[in-house]
RNA sequence: GCCCUCGUAGUGAAAUGGAUAUCACACCAGUCUUCGGAACUGAUGUUGGGGGUUCGAAUCCCUCCGAGGGCACCA
């Protein structure tokens, strides 16, 4: 119907000589402005000589004309100029109650189609890398943040029709590994050396320890006045560089054996934290899970190294092989230069993403939108990345982002794995686990996943955060559990109304409450706040739209009885309109459970 | 030093350049003999400072102040 009403009103400004993609339709912030409002009179009134108002007043009238010849008419209650040249159109509660009905009917959709909100992304295909913690590193916040937006942000894609792979590139490989594999090797006897480790009750906690140890000691000896000290800090590095160079060329056997003891014990842990999470990647889904590793073969890696020379992108400096932005003077680099080989001839982080790429384009096709959801503190590497796989001519303007979120951090500083400075996930968890079973031990784990994620997806995703176990936990008002239970209630109440023989009917009298108006017109909305969330990768759009909507239901839900026992008798007064009343819960359930599917949020059958 | 991001009630957040800046928590005053009260109604209180662009600015530009992040072989 939005649609139809912009045609209109293009046809009617078009002889004015108003360009017909500027007229576009808005919702007004305050229910008093009608359904929908457009902003063109104001817009175009200067470059026409007329006032505002003037103008739109003049295209109100026209715009009745014509709507009285369109399949509109009658579902239009006015269209009125109003404050500044604002026109605002107000539909029928007809019209509104049929609107409400189609968006049931879409999410209860046939099977094929069902829970698809739109087709706006048909035909394209994306790829979004999210998540993606590092191997025999702890699993913390940090970690958090990229996977449970990049999880929503691949639901919201996937329900308005864009075709999504999902790829958890994990941090399989890099000079990390040398600085473990010395820690293994000096004290990892400790612990009973590699096998000592697999079999401990908590191997990730060790090799963590081990990693945390190995910066520890560095930096005391490093500090310390002893010379010999300092100089044994010193090999202690190279020891790992090198270690870290014999890994990547795959000659030792013992060395390789140990990384990948490494990457199954840490597979292993994060696939339970995905299972708790709600996350996951489904190879049938044709989701992917490959490592940094994948791509340092010579194989992938040469082509690369071909393309950037094919293009002369690639300069020695300094020893090592980098690209320049704009300039090889300092002055007049629009960036600063990105490391694409190291001196010692081995990969960087830049090389291997560059190889993923270029396979990710050959894989799935040259109008592949290639989507990183990575930390806000790695802007200027995507940017350096970005802007050479452009100059590659492998992407256009858009076709290739980064989004980034804020970090957490505590009141006193940034998070670091080397300093031993972190909060487990799954300590988070446990702890959010215990607080709700305390409200209600049924659904426990719902409720506490869906605090976590509500508590970050309700912000927009750019800010930091502040960790704060209260927040974090937070169960009442704007949070994940207020909106489960809504939803459970509303599901209870329709039920409950099915017992006594009041099924969901619009046919019937509509109650005319202003909360019930209220309510149908925002759920309108969704559809729309659902296709923004897409288009500007925000998750946050739709959380706050469900925090709205779960408002305006229990405004709507004090103000009436859907289910009395008297009501169905006849012996209330308050009876009439009971069916619509149960059909619009019904609406708000479905919507409600939907949009939390969206943030991948369930539902409990019960709380 | 250079670059990027963010500054909105006591707190945490929202707001496609649009109309009276929204929501939650907290605080204060109320409602209802609870169809699922994790409810509802009302009150108090906010765009860091200063310029500019615009019919219209929390939003865009400049500048100052404050916070965070990044800047060569970590990812």
């Not at 980034?404 to 009141?411: C, E, V």
């Not at 976590?452 to 960790?467: A, G, M, P, T, Y």
Request: aromatic fraction near 8%; include cysteine; charged fraction near 25%.
């Amino acid at each position: 119907m939005k649609d139809e009403i912009i045609k209109i009103l293009q046809k009617t400004v078009e002889p004015l000589g108003i360009a017909a993609i500027s007229v576009a339709l808005d919702f007004p912030e305050n229910a008093e402005h009608g359904d929908y409002t457009s902003n063109v009179a104001m817009t175009n009134a200067k470059r026409l000589g007329l006032k505002p108002v003037e103008l739109a007043t003049k295209i109100v009238a026209d715009f009745d004309k014509l709507v009285n010849k369109s399949s509109l008419k009658g579902l239009i209650k006015s269209v009125a100029v109003a404050g500044p040249g604002f026109i605002n159109f107000t539909l029928t509660a007809e019209a509104v109650s049929k609107n409400v009905q189609e968006i049931s009917k879409e999410l209860n959709g046939s099977e094929g189609s069902k829970g698809q909100i739109s087709n706006i992304g048909a035909g394209k295909k994306v790829l979004i890398e999210y998540s993606s913690p590092n191997i025999a590193k702890p699993f913390t916040v940090g970690h958090l943040r990229s996977t449970i937006i990049g999880d929503s942000i691949a639901r919201i894609l996937s329900a308005t029709g864009y075709s999504v792979i999902r790829d958890n590139h994990l941090g399989d490989w890099g000079t990390q590994f040398g600085k473990l594999l010395v820690a293994i090797e000096k004290w990892g006897d400790e612990f009973g050396g590699l096998d000592g480790i697999k079999k401990s009750e908590n191997p990730i906690k060790i090799l963590v320890d081990l990693y945390v140890k190995f910066h520890d000691e560095v930096a005391i000896m490093e500090d310390s006045e002893d010379e010999k000290l300092k100089t044994e800090a010193e090999e202690l590095v190279t020891l790992a560089r090198v270690k870290s160079k014999i890994l990547e060329s795959g000659k030792d056997p013992i060395i390789s054996e140990i990384w990948k003891v490494c990457v199954d014990l840490s597979m292993h842990e994060f696939a339970l934290i995905y299972k708790r999470l709600g996350v996951s990647f489904d190879p049938k889904r044709g989701d992917t899970q490959i490592g940094e590793s994948f791509f340092v073969t010579p194989y992938k890696i040469n082509p690369v190294r071909d393309a950037l020379n094919a293009k002369n992108l690639l300069k020695d400096s300094e020893g090592a092989k980098v690209v320049f932005f704009g300039s090889e003077d300092p002055k007049l680099w629009k960036l600063p230069p990105l490391i694409v080989e190291k001196s010692d001839g081995t990969s960087i982080y830049a090389t291997r993403d560059l190889a993923a790429d270029l396979y990710r384009i050959n894989t799935y096709g040259k109008g592949l939108i290639l989507i990183n959801e990575v930390g806000a503190e790695q802007n200027l590497y995507f940017k350096q990345l970005i802007e050479t796989e452009t100059m590659l001519g492998w992407f256009t303007k858009g076709q290739r982002l980064h989004i980034a979120h804020g970090l957490y951090r505590f009141k006193d500083g940034k998070m670091s794995t080397r300093k031993g400075k972190v909060i487990w996930l799954g300590d988070i968890l446990d702890e959010a686990v215990t607080r709700a079973s305390k409200i209600n031990a049924d659904s426990a784990n719902d409720v506490a996943v869906a605090a976590i994620k509500f508590n970050d997806l309700k912000r927009d995703s750019i800010q930091d955060i502040v960790f704060d176990w209260d927040e974090m936990m937070n169960m009442t008002g704007d949070s994940g559990p207020y909106l489960q239970y809504s939803c459970v209630r509303a599901r209870a109440v329709v039920e409950k109304a099915k017992g006594l023989g009041i099924s969901a009917d619009t046919s019937g009298a509509r109650p005319n409450i202003p909360q019930l108006d209220l309510l149908e017109r925002y759920l309108l909305r969704f559809t729309h706040t659902v296709e923004f969330a897409g288009a500007s990768y925000k998750p946050n759009v739709i959380a706050n739209y469900l925090i709205n909507l779960a408002s305006l239901f229990n405004s709507f839900y004090a103000q009436v009885t859907i289910a009395d026992k008297d009501s169905v008798t006849g012996a209330g007064s308050q009876d009439s309109g009971a069916a619509y009343k149960v059909a619009v819960t019904q609406v708000f359930a479905d919507v409600l459970e939907r949009g939390l599917d969206l943030l991948g949020i369930k539902v409990p059958e019960k709380m």
